[in-house]
């Protein structure tokens, strides 16, 4: 043996082996097996599993001689295999939390079935049928605990639950996955139908004072041995595990108080039996002391029942030392006693119990009563109150500070900042404190000093306890020269402090450079303190500082009217970055100015808040549709719920920006909203918003493409509208002998919008059928005002636009083509691929002899859906008309063998022009090279004589090589003629894409 040999048998063999796991059917084979292995410490596999294998088997369907599925046999076997499922659910002394947190609902429910089977429970009788104190003691247990697995998992249910991401499953996985997923449904909608029969049978248990008995391992192996008398009162009834019946009602009261409680969304008197349910619940525990083998309470969660019974039913109590935080700040706002509430706060302050969100969510609903309109001072008072009491308990934490908080500190006074102290006083705890929390109160009241521009303000702080303690004299001295110097170094802080230092000398060069930095800067918090520097050091209207910044016209008289000067240019800056940022499609920064924006107006103007709400529902739509890009994801619900919700706006006063109406109307018809726009919309709103009307005009045709006739009704009030749009107004002049004369001006002033406009409109919209809606409109309409009936454009679904215009005269030509060429680039940038807006490109070019164009984009329309000529070009795509303009093209471009060969495409080939264009003798193609593409015999044959005709041996043999193929040989079968042929228009299709593209 090798050294490197007996090294690997020595690691292997000094490896500890892993001992085999013991399989289902050993436990069949020996008797004892099952206890031995439930004894041990660490059994491989677990009983849950074990439950699952055993049960597993004994339900397996067989397969008879002639291959048809039977259900399980009823033998010995598999009432073994039930009875050890049994026994190894009575070693867990029926425990559910055990048994529901490893069995599914389907396992479970089969399980306590057999048990009941066992139990000798009368079948086909309804359990609340039943007398549970008449019945033998294991009897009535086994009804108890069925039916109160059916009301847990009834609550269980009615939980959400995250949903797993599948797994690599095979399909015959996820065939039972699917399975157990009906099962379980079916199973939860049956125990639901019982639900009220299993509290009823749960509560006639209350009534029984006597002890109960549940099955063991022991009184298992008695039934199996039928040593049981024939009426039940055996040994097997009264020698299972006895349970006291305090500790049963304990528990049966907290099943009944859990589904009492899930019952209270839909009936609110539920909530009262929910608490007593769970008042005698903490009796019995109390009672009972910790000394319950059967009962299993989750004693946090019934805190929290507790808690949520009480302030559902009011009937919380802020004298109970058990009543928690949450249950007292419910009764303080429901009293209106707002001191305790801000006590309350202040105290958790020091033991940091409650959640932050939570706190929050508190401040929010304060300020969203004064918002409202409540202005009850009180109200007012709180809100300052407990947002100081937050940003304090954030500051300790070393969280970010809070908007709101800086917002506060924008317009301080003396009460406020000394309330604030004294909140930073009984938050901090000198002696117990960390040295992490020393720092972080040491930075916020230090950033606080930088805050405040009013001396006396910034002296209050400085010469408080709490900032003497924990700032050191270097600190402070440090501060003060740092604050002395903020002007020239353009620092964070705000107005100079004539008690600190004096205005230098070239404050005119800071200006400039603040003012620069103004432009430059995307931080609206930055922004905000260079301003409040700026007008401390001149008075200006900084909101001119730079001529980029552009507002709305609609919103320039409301923003310039707001009284203060700082908040005036703050808003007017913020909103023109944030507008300029969107349009750019920065959207991360866009999105954090407006709604510093938005956050900064709430506080004084209601009007204001509601344009920037409108704002950022404009910047959600552009986001949006920039990040789909090809993926066409469904927009959120909640968003499409506001955009509705704009479009329904009826606040007067409201400056209202068209753009945002606009693009609100194109989201709509992008998403096919079509029953909104065509069904739900406001009456109203259709008549007073030309975009509203177009929209649902535009939806309404889109929803009954292709329709019949008697549906094209919206199709015609479209069309008229679109023409009235593409009118010219009339207006007469008298010249100076006297004639009238008529002059005709570009764009009408009787449609619903100007043609720019419109065009801009169109210009938003991105859903394919839309666009395919509006180029059939106009290419109908484009032929209609050129009267060429020859020569004119084509496109899906022209059969629904009228054929006749009553006043052609009144249309404008030259605005029609214009719009139609416009509409056709406008969608290819969009979906470069869309063949149908393919062949509309090329028919324009071709109508208007631009001939080489014209065949790029025939050539891409067939590219396109036959990955590039390596399939057959769909008969719908290149139609015999196409095929005819593709020739026109070649001829007019001298290209005349490649109209012999395409000519051969048709469906009937057109000898004639083939023949004729194969006698030009000055061609611009290549002639010669092109006869390897020719597979129709006829004109092979035409060649060889045209060149012997002319002398032309060269180019002859070229032609007698090319008939003398086989696979030419009109002898083939007919597939064998036409894979040459396929062959051949695959390449001469590339060839030509070669040229042309």
């Not at 076997?77 to 867990?92: F, G, P």
């Not at 726009?677 to 259709?686: G, R």
Request: with cysteine; net charge neutral; hydrophobic share 40%.
């Amino acid at each position: 043996m090798s050294a490197e040999a007996a090294d690997r048998e020595a690691v292997t063999c000094s490896r500890p082996c892993t001992p085999p796991q013991t399989t289902w059917f050993e436990f069949l084979l020996d008797e004892d097996l099952l206890e031995k292995h439930l004894q041990k410490t660490s059994p491989d596999p677990v009983p849950v599993q074990l439950v699952i294998q055993f049960l597993e088997q004994a339900t397996k369907p067989t397969v008879n001689e002639q291959n048809q599925v039977q259900p399980p046999a009823d033998n010995r076997r598999n009432r073994t295999l039930k009875l050890l499922a049994l026994k190894v659910s009575a070693h867990l002394r029926w425990d559910l939390d055990v048994l529901e947190k490893g069995l599914s609902i389907p396992v479970l429910n089969m399980l306590l079935n057999e048990l009941l089977c066992v139990s000798k429970v009368p079948p086909g009788v309804k359990h609340v049928d039943l007398d549970l104190s008449t019945l033998p003691p294991t009897t009535a247990m086994a009804v108890l605990i069925y039916n109160r697995w059916a009301i847990r998992t009834i609550v269980q249910s009615s939980f959400p639950e995250k949903q797993t991401k599948p797994g690599p499953h095979q399909l015959n996985m996820l065939n039972h996955v699917q399975q157990e997923k009906e099962l379980t449904e079916n199973i939860l909608k049956v125990l639901k139908e019982q639900a009220e029969d299993s509290i009823m049978v749960l509560q006639g248990v209350l009534g029984i004072k006597k002890d109960f008995y549940i099955h063991t391992m022991r009184t298992l192996d008695l039934l199996a041995s039928e040593s049981c008398t024939a009426n039940g009162e055996t040994e097997c009834s009264t020698a299972g595990l006895k349970i006291s019946a305090d500790e049963l009602h304990c528990q049966v009261h907290y099943d009944l108080g859990a589904v009492f409680f899930q019952q209270g969304c839909s009936d609110s008197s539920c909530y009262e039996k929910s608490r007593d349910h769970f008042l005698k619940t903490k009796e019995l525990l109390l009672k009972l002391d910790g000394a319950a083998l059967h009962c299993r309470i989750d004693e946090k969660r019934l805190a929290g029942y507790w808690n949520a019974c009480s302030i559902l039913t009011n009937s919380s109590d802020v004298s109970d030392p058990q009543s928690t935080s949450y249950s007292q700040i419910h009764s303080f706002i429901t009293s209106g006693n707002f001191q305790g509430l801000v006590e309350l706060f202040l105290k958790d302050n020091l033991t940091l119990s409650l959640p932050s969100h939570f706190r929050q969510s508190i401040l929010r609903e304060f300020v969203q009563r004064t918002q409202q309109g409540d202005r009850d001072r009180a109200v007012e008072e709180v809100c300052f109150k407990l947002c100081i009491c937050n940003a304090v308990r954030d500051a300790l934490e070393g969280q970010v500070i809070s908007v709101r908080f800086k917002q506060l500190l924008l317009k301080p006074t003396k009460d406020k900042i000394d309330f604030l102290l004294k909140v930073c006083a009984r938050s901090f705890n000198k002696d117990n404190a960390s040295e992490n929390s020393k720092s972080n109160m040491a930075a916020f009241l230090k950033s606080l000093c930088e805050s405040l521009e009013d001396p006396q303000l910034v002296f209050m702080v400085s010469s408080h306890e709490l900032f003497m303690e924990l700032l050191k004299d270097e600190e402070r001295k440090a501060l003060v020269e740092q604050m002395k110097k903020r002007s020239a170094s353009v620092s964070l802080c705000t107005k100079p402090l004539p008690s600190f230092y004096d205005i230098p000398a070239s404050a005119s060069v800071n200006i400039g450079q603040l003012e620069h930095q103004l432009i430059l800067s995307l931080d609206s918090w930055r922004i905000r303190q260079i301003l409040i520097e700026l007008h401390g050091m001149a008075e200006r209207q900084f909101w001119k500082v730079s001529s980029k910044w552009e507002i709305p016209p609609d919103y320039i008289g409301d923003i310039l009217s707001i009284k203060d000067n700082v908040t005036r240019d703050l808003v007017y800056i913020l909103m023109a970055k944030g507008l300029h940022c969107s349009t750019i499609k920065d959207f991360p920064h866009a999105r954090q100015l407006i709604t510093a924006c938005l956050e900064l107006v709430t506080e004084f103007s209601p009007k204001l808040r509601q344009v920037m709400l409108n704002e950022m529902l404009l910047l959600e739509i552009r986001s949006h549709e920039a990040g789909v890009g090809g993926s066409r994801e469904r927009p959120p619900t909640d968003l499409v719920s506001r955009v509705r919700g704009y479009l329904e706006m009826r606040i007067h006063d409201i400056p209202l920006r068209q753009t945002v109406g606009e693009e609100c109307v194109a989201f709509m018809l992008n998403w096919r909203e079509n029953e909104y726009l065509t069904l739900q919309v406001p009456q109203s709103l259709v008549q007073n918003n030309p975009y509203v009307k177009l929209g649902q005009l535009l939806a309404a045709t889109c929803k009954e493409l292709p329709g019949p006739k008697e549906s094209r009704r919206t199709a015609k009030d479209l069309w008229e509208v679109v023409v009235q749009v593409c009118s010219v107004s009339s207006q007469h002049k008298r010249a100076n002998d006297g004639r009238v004369s008529l002059i005709k001006q570009r764009e009408s002033t009787l449609g619903i919008l100007h043609r720019s406009k419109f065009v801009t409109f169109i210009k938003k919209l991105r859903e394919p059928l839309v666009l395919t809606t509006l180029i059939s409109l106009f290419v109908r309409l484009h032929s209609i005002v050129r009267d060429d009936i020859v020569n004119e454009v084509t496109a899906e679904h022209l059969s629904i636009w009228p054929t006749t215009l009553p006043n052609l005269q009144s249309v404008d030509v030259e605005a029609v083509a214009v719009t139609v060429k416009e509409l056709v680039n406008y969608a290819l940038t969009l979906n470069p691929n869309n063949h149908s807006w393919l062949i509309t490109q090329a028919d324009i070019y071709f109508v208007t002899n631009q001939y080489s164009a014209a065949l790029h984009y025939y050539l891409q329309a067939g590219a396109v859906c036959s990955d590039f000529f390596s399939k057959t070009v769909p008969p719908d795509v290149y139609t015999d008309q196409v095929l005819k303009r593709m020739i026109k093209c070649c001829s007019l471009l001298n290209c005349h063998t490649q109209v012999a060969v395409l000519c051969q495409f048709l469906r009937e080939v057109d000898y004639m022009t083939a023949f004729k264009a194969l006698q030009e003798q000055s061609g611009h193609d290549a002639m010669d090279s092109f006869y390897d593409y020719i597979w129709d015999v006829t004109i092979l044959e035409y060649l060889t004589h045209i060149h012997h005709k002319r002398g032309e041996n060269e180019k002859r043999q070229i032609a007698i090589k090319a008939i003398g193929q086989t696979e030419l040989n009109a002898s083939n079968p007919e597939e064998v003629l036409q894979l040459a042929a396929q062959k051949r228009k695959k390449k001469f299709l590339q060839a030509m894409a070669k040229l042309y593209f």
